[in-house]
């Protein structure tokens, strides 16, 4: 069965930066992988994704909350799979999990849908202050 591990993460002050390592290397016939984070009582919200398939378009997608601060990236090398966390602010603060579909299930843009994904990381808590 395959693992992610993550790394990175940690307490920064609002503008600041910090940078999620996921390892990937069973993973690399993926479909699509994705960063998601989740704050106590609410859902598990689609932060990033990066879809693997050569037939699929390569542009990264985003939430509107993290569009123009946040990239996702992947190392093919080195199998990781990055998320670029700049300007972060307070609201930035949650859980956050490396995750990825290895069966289409994010097929035709539904790369925000958490229940897409079969194989999650333990999550990494980013916490930002004012």
């Known amino acids: 069965q395959g693992l992610l591990v993550e790394s990175g993460g940690g307490s920064v002050q609002a503008g600041g930066s910090l940078r999620l390592s996921c390892g990937v290397s069973?993973?690399?016939?993926?479909?699509?992988m994705a960063w998601f984070r989740q704050v106590p009582g609410k859902e598990r919200e689609g932060v990033a994704a990066?879809?693997?398939?050569?037939?699929?378009?390569?542009?990264?997608y985003y939430s509107d909350s993290v569009r123009g601060r946040f990239t996702i990236s992947r190392d093919n090398n080195e199998n990781v799979l990055y998320l670029q966390m700049n300007d972060l602010k307070p609201e930035d603060t949650a859980m956050y999990y490396c995750?990825?579909?290895?069966?289409?299930?994010?097929?035709?843009?539904?790369?925000?849908?958490?229940?897409?994904?079969?194989?999650w990381g333990q999550g990494n808590q980013v916490t930002v202050s004012s």
């Open positions: 995750a990825v579909d290895v069966g289409g299930f994010t097929f035709n843009g539904a790369w925000s849908r958490a229940d897409g994904y079969g194989y």
């Open positions: 990066l879809y693997s398939l050569d037939t699929i378009s390569r542009t990264p």
């Open positions: 069973d993973f690399a016939d993926s479909y699509c």
